[in-house]
């Protein structure tokens, strides 16, 4: 990989720390150590998902394979975050992630952000019910 495709890629990853630090509050980071030894995702920091980042010219069918594969072995829902050159970013992740039938959606990150949001919101309430069943 040439030092442009490189800084591209690192400038893309930074741009969608902020966004999620922005937008959902949680302490996202980029996953440095990983990524050098192992390959593994991007992002690090928002529950449940398994963040696969990327910024090019062109759309690569072989960019989700690359996704699903790190999120399998994290155990965590696939989304792959990208950004063509000029264009708005998108996400893409697999239905069942988000309680939809086995498909790829593709839709505007703040429409993944929004979908996270709910999860996570569901998610605190399921721990606050289950909390106050206990006293």
């Excluded at 072989?62 to 155990?75: F, P």
């Excluded at 893409?92 to 949001?117: A, E, K, N, P, Y």
């Amino acid at each position: 990989m040439g030092s442009l495709s490189r800084n591209k890629g690192r400038a893309g990853e930074q741009e969608v720390v902020q966004l999620l630090k922005s937008e959902l509050g949680l302490p996202a980071m980029r996953n440095y150590a990983e990524q050098a030894h192992t390959g593994g995702v991007d992002v690090l920091g928002v529950p449940g998902w398994a963040i696969e980042v990327k910024r090019a010219k062109q759309f690569s069918d072989g960019w989700w394979t690359q996704t699903a594969e790190q999120a399998a072995r994290v155990r965590e829902h696939p989304v792959l975050l990208y950004r063509l050159d000029r264009k708005k970013w998108r996400a893409r992740c697999c239905g069942c992630s988000v309680g939809l039938h086995h498909f790829q959606m593709d839709m505007d990150v703040m429409d993944w952000i929004t979908l996270v949001r709910e999860q996570i919101s569901a998610d605190n309430e399921n721990v606050l019910r289950t909390q106050s069943a206990a006293v």
